[in-house]
T-cell receptor
Framework: DGGITQSPKYLFRKEGQNVTLSCEQN?????MYWYRQDPGQGLRLIYY???????QKGDIAEGYSVSREKKESFPLTVTSAQKNPTAFYLC??????????????FGEGSRLTVL | AQKITQTQPGMFVQEKEAVTLDCTYD???????LFWYKQPSSGEMIFLIY??????QNATEGRYSLNFQKARKSANLVISASQLGDSAMYFC???????????FGKGTRLHILP
């Protein structure tokens, strides 16, 4: 099936541990995005990437890192430097280059809980 | 700076009535796009409607229309003849075309009453 796969769906982590959230897509979309969702805060942009081997910081990049070695993959690492990492994380993609409306397509999300 | 504001944290509307969800935005990029998404309690994000900054006419998609007032930097979503299934969180979003950055507002939780 074509789409965006985020894994794991649920993740528990102890304080001080790094954790990596996976985002894989087979839509052949150019751009990929990571958002964090907290109650009452909406979606806040962490990082985004328009092409392979390039990415830009969003509004809340501190404590997170990403890589874009392949077009299909955009993993997000939540580091121990992130003060309050418990949240719902959403990965999204979009077909760039002026095709259609360019809306975001979202994965089902990963819920991270720090114990 | 790029900014999206949704001033209505929650709304209650009677079934079959029309509802307007407010969204204002700020950007220095003359070329941008505006989006509305719906998030039911299941958590999935559903794209509803898009408006480009140079589009002359307001966008419509079925029961959804976008009331685009460029001078006021306003992009309100109008849902006609609301249904119980419209109960969800609704997010307004903006993409600045110069750098592809896409940001979202804090959302409005819409409750449709039977």
């Amino acid at each position: 099936d074509g789409g965006i796969t985020q894994s794991p769906k649920y993740l528990f982590r102890k304080e001080g541990q790094n954790v990596t959230l996976s985002c894989e897509q087979n839509l052949n979309h150019d751009a990929m995005y990571w958002y964090r969702q907290d109650p009452g805060q909406g979606l806040r942009l962490i990082y985004y990437s328009q092409i392979v081997n390039d990415f830009q910081k969003g509004d809340i990049a501190e404590g997170y890192s990403v890589s874009r070695e392949k077009k299909e993959s955009f993993p997000l690492t939540v580091t121990s430097a992130q003060k309050n990492p418990t949240a719902f994380y959403l990965c999204a993609t979009r077909l760039a280059g002026g095709h259609g409306t360019g809306e975001l397509f979202f994965g089902e999300g990963s819920r991270l809980t720090v114990l | 700076a790029q900014k999206i504001t949704q001033t209505q944290p929650g709304m209650f509307v009677q079934e079959k009535e029309a509802v307007t969800l407010d969204c204002t935005y700020d950007t220095s990029d003359p070329s941008y796009g505006l989006f509305w998404y719906k998030q039911p309690s299941s958590g999935e994000m559903i794209f509803l409607i898009y408006q480009g900054s140079y589009d002359q006419q307001n966008a419509t998609e079925g029961r959804y229309s976008l009331n685009f007032q460029k001078a006021r930097k306003s992009a309100n979503l109008v849902i006609s003849a609301s249904q119980l299934g419209d109960s969800a969180m609704y997010f307004c979003a903006m993409r600045e075309n110069r750098d592809d950055k896409i940001i979202f507002g804090k959302g409005t939780r819409l409750h449709i009453l039977p």
